[in-house]
């Protein structure tokens, strides 16, 4: 059974958003400010990170338009380069992927249960308990179909803008003092490792965009609804992450930002007052969970093109014709991600490793761009392109290459045994294909 389109602009908009808007920007900038040292660099990595994405954005959008599949992020790697190492990609990101959807629920759990919870319930096992039971809550809503998700993902996404512009409101509200500040702190670091490590924190707030290639076959009329969507899902954003961060430096002041852990509820008391905290847990929390509805919807279609290529089971592959959604593959996803709630309970012990492989996939898959441009050329004229190409492209390619070496110089051991398992992915896509193909022939 075939994937049939049934999401517009708007409903991809929103995916885009959802997909991009997690937890990062309330944790990030803490790490950012400590790495940068000082507001000027401070500001200057966003903006960069901003302008990066920016490119990667429209580059992603142009490969869209030439190849709308169905687990596009994979498709489009074993299309430009080879079927394996688009299989070590890719089941590297299902498992980071599902380890930041663990990790950001967590952190959720932590703002939502002393709001809920009795006070002998808030210690780890509750938090994790609220964080399973709103993971198998999204599984439900996503078994009942694409469209009952998509829905449910636009409301979500209203909510994490809206609580994304309050805690922006705090910056121009007249009754907020600007913060005291205190002496800044001298770095002795060199401006390329300062902002190779504060650009590790800053994509990973800025990630997530690139999934949308994986509703290719969802979207009505992807040739034009997939690059506008992207590209006005990432102003939005970029709109949304400078402002946040201008609010963060006004009202908590630039050095205390370095020690601030509860971001969103120290701007929410500052213009709240003694609600900020309650109203904040709550937007907050529905914050995290469109952050996991988006996913759970966007990676079993990864699985879904992996199984077209013979590297899964066609389990994977089958699809309700009602709902259209992969019974098999959202299970086995949410599982995963149940499991990795058991293993995971800090949020910031897996940045390094999620952008390990963020960088190094994010980077190939653009670069899949040069080997479209020259298989689909019939399409131009027909199709969004990039303007300034190469340039584009090979701009966001060369950031993302400095990322990947930046996290291997400032922790060597982390990097290598995360190439660990990127590398592990060969073999085990080469077994994988042999039983799935020992299988398909014995069936016939």
């Known amino acids: 059974m075939s994937i049939k389109p049934k999401l517009g602009p708007f409903d991809l908009t929103m995916i885009v958003v959802g997909l991009v808007i997690g937890m990062g920007i309330f944790r990030t900038p803490v790490s950012v400010a400590r790495e940068t040292g000082t507001p000027a660099l401070f500001y200057m990595v966003w903006v960069l990170g901003g302008l990066v994405t920016l490119c990667g954005a429209l580059t992603y959008a142009e490969i869209g338009s030439r190849f709308p599949v169905a687990g596009g992020f994979y498709k489009v790697l074993s299309h430009g380069f080879h079927p394996a190492y688009s299989f070590m990609i890719n089941w590297t990101l299902v498992i980071s992927n599902a380890a930041s959807i663990a990790a950001v629920c967590i952190v959720g759990a932590e703002y939502i249960g002393p709001v809920i919870l009795p006070g002998s319930m808030q210690h780890e096992g509750g938090r994790k308990a609220i964080a399973i039971s709103a993971v198998l809550v999204l599984y439900i809503v996503n078994m009942l179909g694409i469209r009952m998700s998509a829905s449910w993902q636009n409301v979500l996404t209203v909510f994490k803008i809206t609580l994304v512009l309050l805690l922006c409101l705090a910056a121009f509200s007249s009754h907020v003092a600007p913060a005291a500040e205190v002496a800044a702190s001298a770095t002795s670091h060199s401006w390329a490792y300062i902002f ?33 969507a992207i590209v006005m899902g990432i102003l939005i954003i970029l709109a949304l992450y400078l402002t946040v961060n201008y609010a963060y430096v006004k009202v908590i002041g630039f050095e205390q930002l370095k020690n601030t852990d509860a971001l969103a509820a120290r701007m929410a008391e500052v213009f709240f007052g003694e609600y900020g905290f309650k ?94 441009r020259k298989k689909t050329a019939h399409l131009d004229g027909q199709i969004y392109k990039v303007r300034f190409y190469p340039l584009v492209p090979a701009f966001f390619i060369t950031v993302y290459l400095f990322v990947t070496v930046n996290i291997f110089i400032k922790d060597l051991n982390q990097a290598l045994g995360g190439m660990f398992w990127f590398v592990a992915g060969l073999p085990i896509y080469f077994i994988m294909r042999y039983v799935v193909n020992r299988r398909t022939g014995s069936n016939q």
């Not at 699985?303 to 013979?310: F, V």
């Not at 800090?346 to 761009?369: E, R």
């Open 196 to 228: 190779g490590a504060a650009l590790v924190p800053v994509f990973f707030t800025y990630g997530g965009y690139q999934q949308t290639i994986n509703f290719g076959s969802d979207v009505r009329d992807p040739v034009k609804n997939m690059p506008r």
């Open 279 to 372: 109203i904040t847990s709550v937007l907050l929390f529905l914050s995290v969970l469109g952050y996991a509805n988006v996913n759970l919807m966007s990676n079993p279609r990864m699985y879904y093109a992996m199984a077209e290529d013979g590297v899964l089971p066609s389990v994977f592959r089958r699809i309700n014709a009602r709902t259209q959604v992969q019974e098999v593959a959202l299970s086995v996803f949410t599982a995963l991600i149940i499991g990795m709630l058991y293993f995971l309970s800090n949020f910031d012990n897996i940045i390094q490793y999620v952008m390990l492989f963020d960088s190094i996939g994010l980077a190939s898959a653009a670069a899949t761009i040069f080997v479209l």
